[in-house]
């Protein structure tokens, strides 16, 4: 695919580690996934969710928990997550299992043991303490996004989550009209920014990749300015040549030999978000693999500016990974 000529400025990111000609590429140790959580609320995006959950269960062979939260009831004024609230008594549960049940139907889950759990509360604090009860390797929710504006607004609970999750999220949008709950997958889109973090991130690529039998392309953006929104100065189109030039020898290194021949590796120029949701689009991908910031309660805050813009703007679900305690920070 031929790059987009672009005018830009900057450093090329690297990675804070050298890498050989043929990197081995990051190491995924036995099952990538072995245990799923996917909250249910009964909604529509909820349901989207649940399809994209008991496929990667039916993938991975991994155990699916669903978690319903019982809303707690609070007194006028008073903050409903600051308030504890006892989970209903077995009969209602069972009601409500069986609701969770017939609700999975949809997603092909009749033959698929599911265990069902139940917490009563503020509903983002208890599908953290869930996912790290579990623990869980991956997080499945919708994003309660809609059409239009409105679609860059994610729901509450989605965005705590997302920002205090101690395993990878993927997000889910509503489906469109017509659309299959759970659509074949059939090729992944992976965003990287060269540095340390990213090694988590295209291995979590790889690993999905690889098990789903669907082609991958690896994606980095350089970040410039664009000839339609600013004057060209003297050189700096051959310099931001010589950038991505230089980004492409990188991403290249970055990238396992191992990995085969249905790994593409991309470099374009422009804003990181803009560009990666580009990309999904001319290609059809069915899912986005992109990283967030470290753990650290700073981070957590701003979450990542790249992957925030992703996951509201993806038009396919988006795989969120964080970086462990033991990486430095990036910026995707």
């Not at 249910?40 to 991994?62: C, P, Q």
């Not at 992976?190 to 291995?203: I, Q």
């Not at 992109?290 to 309660?297: F, I, K, L, Y």
């Not at 969120?320 to 430095?328: A, D």
């Amino acid at each position: 695919m031929k790059t987009r000529r672009r005018i830009t400025a900057g450093p090329i990111p690297r990675l804070s580690k050298p890498t050989s000609e043929e990197a081995p590429g990051p190491a995924v140790e036995g099952s990538l996934v072995r245990r799923i959580l996917c909250p249910i609320d009964f909604s529509e995006f909820s349901l989207a969710a649940a399809g994209e959950a008991v496929a990667l269960a039916r993938l991975w062979k991994a155990q699916l928990t669903t978690l319903f939260v019982f809303p707690p009831a609070a007194a006028s004024g008073e903050d409903p997550s600051e308030r504890l609230a006892p989970i209903p008594d077995t009969s209602v549960r069972s009601v409500v299992a069986k609701d969770m049940q017939d609700f999975l139907l949809p997603a092909g889950a009749a033959d698929l043991p599911v265990r069902h759990s139940f917490k009563a509360g503020d509903p983002a604090r208890s599908i953290l303490d869930e996912a790290a009860a579990l623990p869980a390797d991956l997080l499945v929710m919708g994003t309660h996004g809609r059409s239009g504006l409105e679609r860059w607004v994610l729901g509450s609970v989605t965005d705590r989550v997302l920002r205090q999750a101690p395993c990878p999220v993927l997000t889910v949008s509503r489906p469109a009209a017509g659309t299959p709950v759970s659509a074949p997958l059939t090729g992944i889109l992976c965003a990287v920014d060269l540095t340390e973090t990213s090694e988590m991130t295209l291995g979590y690529a790889l690993a999905l990749a690889q098990k789903a039998d669907v082609p991958l392309t690896v994606v980095h953006v350089v970040e410039g300015i664009t000839e339609a929104s600013a004057p060209v100065p003297y050189g700096v189109s051959q310099h931001g040549l010589h950038r991505e030039t230089e980004a492409r020898d990188c991403l290249r290194r970055a990238v396992p030999s191992a990995a085969g021949s249905r790994v593409e590796e991309v470099v374009v120029t422009g804003r990181p978000y803009r560009e990666i949701l580009r990309l999904a689009v001319e290609r059809g991908t069915g899912l986005i693999v992109v990283g967030t910031h470290g753990p650290d309660p700073i981070d957590r805050m701003f979450f990542g500016s790249t992957a925030d813009h992703v996951v509201r703007g993806a038009p396919c679900p988006v795989l969120t990974v964080r970086p462990s305690t033991r990486q430095t920070r990036g910026d995707v």
